[in-house]
């Protein structure tokens, strides 16, 4: 099983970055995915959610408006659209996968950087 990460980097205030979690290993369409993050500090946070089939997506009250989730099961693939990014996104950002039925069948990748600085 393998969640790779990538897209992330240092980006100005205001900007924006696309991050995407490539998986491979499991059957793709049978998770939901997630993105969390964590700032130095602080515990890990959910970001952002969306279901199997891509129709339902949930958000943090903090990127609601921002940051879109999608994902593409024909490549394998979800991504984190991030806009008006400011200094409190700075943050590790992390791809997960969790079945849609079974509650312990959960993969996290390694998680990227992201930094947001003038």
């Known amino acids: 099983v393998q969640l790779v990460e990538s897209g992330g980097g240092l980006v100005q205030p205001g900007g924006s970055l696309r991050l995407s979690c490539a998986a491979a290993?499991?059957?793709?369409?049978?998770?939901?995915m997630n993105w969390y993050r964590q700032a130095p500090g602080k515990e890990r946070e959910l970001v952002a959610r969306?279901?199997?089939?891509?129709?339902?997506?949930t958000y943090a009250d903090s990127v609601k408006g921002r940051f879109t989730i999608s994902r593409d099961n024909s490549k394998n693939t979800v991504y984190l659209q991030m806009n008006s990014l400011t200094s409190e996104d700075t943050a590790v950002y992390y791809c997960?996968?969790?079945?849609?039925?079974?509650?312990?069948?959960?993969?996290w990748g390694q998680g990227i950087q992201v930094t947001v600085a003038s």
């Open positions: 997960s996968a969790a079945h849609r039925l079974i509650s312990a069948l959960v993969y």
């Open positions: 969306i279901s199997s089939v891509g129709d339902i997506r």
């Open positions: 290993g499991f059957t793709f369409s049978f998770y939901k």
